[in-house]
């Protein structure tokens, strides 16, 4: 029997806190500063791996939707670059992850050169604007449900847990 994900990160979680920790020195601020990011860092991981790709597919069909909203708005210079990237983002295996975050990075690429236009030699239309607004209100919410256990959220208490913010999008 193999032990599953949660077994796993709760005992490197033990390993840290109960072996390495401990048999630092006093003075190495520094490593058990790091050790405890690395703590950290495995206890948002614990509550995030079950649906990562559900999130990464969500955050792909949210860009997917803006570049979509772009595409009649761009600078005729983009539009092959941002079909391209759509048509790839529409083909990438939804069960993927790796495949779901290089389309999110590629698209999301061209996306960026689109809105930067040219270190601002290019304007944007005003209706993608207001896509790029509408794009960022959907898809905040969902990251800082994604990141809330990091604590730095004013009002993380308000948010959704990841668990409801995964099946909203269902």
Do not use: C
């Amino acid at each position: 029997m193999l032990p599953d994900i949660d077994l796993r990160i709760d005992n490197m979680l033990k390993a840290l806190e109960q072996v390495v920790i401990p048999a630092l020195p006093s003075g190495e601020r520094l490593a058990r500063d790091q050790v405890n990011l690395v703590i950290g860092h495995l206890r948002m991981m614990k509550d995030q791996w079950r649906f990562a790709v559900k999130f990464e597919a969500g955050s792909l069909e949210n860009m997917m939707r803006l570049g979509d909203e772009l595409a009649d708005q761009v600078d005729p210079i983009y539009r092959q670059s941002l079909a391209d990237a759509l048509s790839v983002a529409r083909n990438t295996d939804s069960d993927d992850q790796k495949a779901l975050a290089t389309a999110i990075h590629d698209l999301g690429s061209v996306i960026d050169r689109i809105i930067l236009g040219e270190d601002g030699r290019l304007a944007l239309a005003p209706a993608a604007f207001a896509a790029i607004i509408d794009y960022g209100h959907r898809q905040a919410r969902r990251e800082r449900s994604w990141f809330a256990a990091t604590g730095l959220d004013p009002d993380r208490a308000e948010l959704p847990t990841i668990a409801q913010t995964m099946s909203a999008a269902s």
